[in-house]
């Protein structure tokens, strides 16, 4: 991307200019308009000046008006000031896969004209396997349980530290416990270095009130903590969720009313039990189409009733990476405003099973097989946007959901 904005770009669109090499630089340098952009001014968290005029206040103020400046308290502004991110939050240093699964990424640009904050840039990109620093020290991580694979981890770790730390002096929202501080049974989501990156520095420039995390597991130990009010966490195989709310911090935030826990069990055609395997949960490829309907409508029609009850009616954030991703990210639609970030993983991989989502939202950032959205204004009616689902709760449309299976077991 060469630094330009596209036409329909939305308010928090920035120009970027984004170095090409494959090496994973040791110095950390965030690119920093010589001058207040939009961005700055609406508090999207570009960082790291300790000034009080600092974009990183406007962020984390507790009464900043966005359409009429800013007000802070001068004991929030001297915590803040006292604690600067550790790193940059606009940028980061490394990552893979650039147009690994969407050649045209590089040769046209595709998906790349719109890319803004809150979500980071990337400053290094590989295209090769031999390129792919995290790639490489994964497989040697195993052996040696060392190198920029666990450190990057780490690193990212010490960001939510801080980023909770925060919220925490700027709100009095919470007066008990921190859930932060609880002990995880995770060191990280299962997510790659850049992936995890990626994630948590959009949130914090977000500060979103509302999140919605759809497929839960190891990630619900860290970004649920990023949310300044309520968050929202559906599954959908029992024998999980109950793993998963037994985590120390996903416990925590249960018990202080943040986290709405949803799991339903998915049943078959008549209420019946359907066969479900592994740990997760999987289909078999041989489930009938009656069971599957049931399932699928049993999943995805589950958001109506986790938001019931929960005063949420739009979610600032949302991460999808449970199963059914494609009926999910379509079902959002109605529940996101133009500002709404929606978070998919493992979607440049499966691109061909979710190339769909791209008809109704524009790629605002990414990193390695996560990527970050937005609503495309397409001028639907309320009914049709909710809607819009519908036409893909049908067999087609999940065959990744029922022929993973086979590719795990």
Known sequence: MKGRIHPRGTKNS????????????????????????????????????????????????????????MQLSSNIIQSVVASPPPEPLDTIDFCAEKCKHVPEMCTENLYRDRLSLPAPSCLRYSTTIEDDVYWQNWNSRLQKGVGIYKERHERTNQLIS???????????????????????????????????????????????????????????????????????????????????????????????????????????????????????????????????????????????????????????VALVHGRFRLQCALKLLPHLNSESVLLMHDFWVRINDYKDVLKYYYVIGYARSVVALRKIELGLSKDDELNVYIKYMNRQSVTRDIEQRANFL
Not at 162 to 170: H, P
Not at 267 to 289: E, F, N, Q, R, T
């Open 14 to 69: 920035i120009s970027r200019k984004q170095p090409e090499t494959a090496t994973l630089s040791t110095e950390r340098k965030a690119t920093m308009p010589s001058k207040s952009t939009p961005s700055q001014r609406r508090g999207v968290g570009i960082t790291t000046n300790n000034s009080p005029t600092s974009p990183i206040l406007e962020n984390y103020g507790n009464s900043f008006n966005r359409n009429g400046g």
């Open 162 to 316: 801080w980023a909770t730390t925060t919220n925490a002096r700027s709100s009095s929202r919470r007066s008990g416990k921190f859930c932060e501080q609880a002990n995880t049974t995770f060191p990280s989501p299962m997510m790659f270095p850049e992936e995890f990156e990626f994630v948590t520095k959009l949130m914090i420039n977000a500060r979103p009130k509302t999140y919605l995390e759809w497929g839960c597991g190891a990630s619900t130990s860290f970004y649920p903590l990023l949310a300044t009010k309520t968050v929202v966490a559906i599954d959908g195989y029992p024998p999980w969720c109950e793993q998963v709310a037994m985590e120390p911090r996903v416990k925590c935030m249960k018990d202080e009313g943040k986290l709405h826990f949803f799991c339903p069990e998915l049943v078959g055609s008549g209420g019946h039990p359907v066969s479900m395997a592994g740990a997760y949960g999987l289909l078999s490829p041989k489930i009938s189409d009656a069971d599957l309907h049931s399932m699928l409508d049993i999943y995805v029609n589950s958001l109506d009733t986790s938001m019931a009850g929960t005063g949420v009616t739009k979610f600032d």
